[in-house]
């Protein structure tokens, strides 16, 4: 187990330079920091009635104040703090569906991380430049679950929730997949500047999605 761990961490310093990879462990450590937030949040609202009235139209605030905020160099700190204020926000939204059955919390977290870290692996270590083509099929499975979720109103089938379900599953897979070689190559264009919170937002994103769609 030792060797094949030494073998994955040679194999990423040798495929990535040493800007690529301080600039994706800035993604990671602000998407990390952005989940605990979200955890944060959710437990505080499932033992307090803070701020359930206008979740939607602060978190919306943070996310316009956050792409509003000017790339200067002194703005990082601003714009972190927006995105944990955000995540902080986010979980307070999903309590209600950390109440459907709080026991399945931690298994539902531990199978989304999972999950993310498989799939951003396999991107990781593809050829460069992939999976860039799945935006296309990313639109077009976006395109089917809307239709889904527009047909789900009116027909009440398992069926079709169920296909809703693993569409989205399946779509957000390939989010993470495309997203993470966007990331390596912004990162590559722009020789590893610190301008990464961006994409943070992007993978926190996807992830609190596909952690929805698991617990629906």
Same mark, same amino acid.
């Given at each position: 187990? +030792?060797?094949? =761990? ?23 450590? *602000? ?5 605990? +937030? ?10 307090? *009635? %803070?701020?359930?009235?206008? %979740? /939607?139209?602060?978190? *919306?605030? $943070? ?15 601003? !714009? ?13 939204? $999903? *309590?209600?569906? %950390? !109440?459907?059955?709080? #026991?399945?919390?931690? @298994? ?8 993310? #870290? ?21 639109? @077009? &499975? ?6 889904? &979720?527009?047909? =789900?109103?009116?027909?009440? @089938?398992? %069926?079709? /929730? ?13 989010? /993470? ?5 966007? =990331? ?13 919170? &961006? ?16 617990? &629906?």
């Amino acid at each position: 187990m +030792a060797a094949y =761990i030494d073998n994955f961490l040679n194999s990423f310093n040798i495929k990535f330079d040493r800007n690529v990879r301080r600039y994706m462990k800035n993604v990671y450590t *602000s998407l990390t920091m952005s989940v605990v +937030a979200t955890s944060v949040g959710a437990y505080v609202c499932l033992f307090t *009635s %803070l701020l359930q009235g206008g %979740l /939607i139209s602060l978190g *919306s605030g $943070l996310v316009l104040g956050f792409f509003m905020t000017p790339d200067n160099g002194n703005s990082l700190g601003k !714009q972190m703090g927006m995105l944990l204020g955000f995540a902080f926000l986010t979980g307070l939204g $999903l *309590s209600h569906l %950390l !109440q459907m059955d709080p #026991a399945l919390v931690p @298994s539902d977290l531990v199978i989304t991380s999972a999950v993310f #870290a498989c799939f951003t692996g396999a991107a990781l270590y593809a050829p460069d430049g992939q999976y860039l083509n799945l935006g296309d099929t990313c639109m @077009s &499975e976006l395109s089917t679950i809307l239709f889904l &979720e527009l047909l =789900i109103i009116f027909f009440k @089938s398992q %069926l079709l /929730i169920r296909a809703h379900r693993y569409i989205g599953l399946a779509f957000f897979c390939r989010c /993470i997949m495309r997203t993470t070689q966007v =990331i390596v190559r912004k990162a590559r264009a722009r020789n590893g500047d610190r301008y990464f919170i &961006e994409y943070s937002l992007d993978l926190f994103i996807i992830f609190v999605a596909f952690l929805v769609i698991l617990r &629906e």
